[in-house]
């Protein structure tokens, strides 16, 4: 599949850029802009590969997970900034203060905004009253951890519970409570890695995991469709790790029966009809239970851009629509732009097939070294092997089901974190299966761990 001609007219060659120990998200902003610059913590060889626009270049700062956002308050950054002033950077989520240089220099949302919606707490005492969300209490840390409270709440909730960090994202600080050891363990760790005032404790939903994307322009309310989340898979993290990101990626454009969909759609609406009402603009994304009576749950709100929006964005292009991480920067930066052709607006939820991303975790309770450089670009799976075909870093390049995009940022003799993202995959096709991997995906992630010396 080849790009098609977008249609909407804008300023290609704004100076723009992202600052960030993993650009991935942000490479497909390569084909829309001729000076977009990316610029890493430290040098990265695999985006040299990848013959960018605009080199990219690297602040010479140690890479870790987590500091994106110091990254824009380092010296190093204050002075790329003071050498080139007009340039704008875009944000994956809103930095709060304090800021080092003006902040309108931050493509950004209010931080204040996202924040609040973000909150699981303040997102339920919002929404309750208007969308389908799953009955709950509000505890404190300290009533939890009284004796009777496993019993009172499993009663309360007529048998399994949630809990859930006030202030939480990517799947940390969430815990199924279906048993007391359950219950006993999640109360441990929430004590250890809970940065919220308050626990969230719900009704247990059974049901699929689900998101959908949602796009918020001067052109209207946009959605995605509903996308499959793929969380705790044994093939590509531990889910015993405490306090590691369980999130896995999953599954876009698959089909769902209309009334989910319509009220998968309804949900994302409502929600971004709030959020529009206080000014936020572009992406962000809900989270979604899907149960087999085909009731959608609304769970939370990512009031950012998410895992999913750049291979959204990807998939969109290629069928001629204009991209979500298009639209969201543009509308950040309130720049002029002009949509020639209805027809290519993102409203149309369904893709020509269903597109996959999968995240490969460290799933050892220690650190590894990456023993060997994970070339960037277009594999081939074929026989339980792995081949490097060329660079890559668009779905534009995959022919079949038996040719995957694999990016890792990772220099070769890099050290990787216990339970940190090794590198990402994306391909067409189906690759779950009842909240898991399929058999031939299994072999695919066993294929890709034994040709780059990888932990199982």
Known sequence: MTSKKISIEYNHNLPLGVVSPDPYNFLILDKFFDDF?????DKQTWLQDLSLKVAPSSLGQKSTYGEAKELYRSKKFVDMVKADPKRKYVMYSPLDPPYKVNPLTYLMNSPTISHAYENKRYFRDEFSGL?????YEIKYMNELDRAASYKNLTERFEGPFMLQDEDSSGSKGTYAIRNQDDYVEAIKSLKKFSRGRTIVVSKFIHGEVTSIQVCITKYGIFSGGIQRQLVDSKYLCNPDLAGAS???GGEIGDEYPDIVQHQAREIASIVGSELSSHGYKGIFG????VTPEHEVYAIEINARLTGYSHIISDMQTLQ????FMLLHL????NFKYEV???EALPSVNKFDKPGSL???NNTLDTDITLDTYIRPGLYRFRQGKITFIRPAYSLESVKGEDTLLILCRHNEGATIESGKRVLKIMKYGRTMYKGELTPKAQQMIQAIKETFNLPN
């Open 358 to 360: 999968l995240i490969l």
């Open 286 to 289: 809900v989270d979604l239970i």
């Open 340 to 342: 020639t052709d209805s």
């Open 246 to 248: 369980k999130w896995c």
């Open 330 to 333: 543009l509308e950040l930066g």
């Open 37 to 41: 610059k990316f610029v890493s913590s």
């Open 131 to 135: 969308i389908k969300i799953p009955d």
């Open 320 to 323: 001629g629509k204009i991209p």
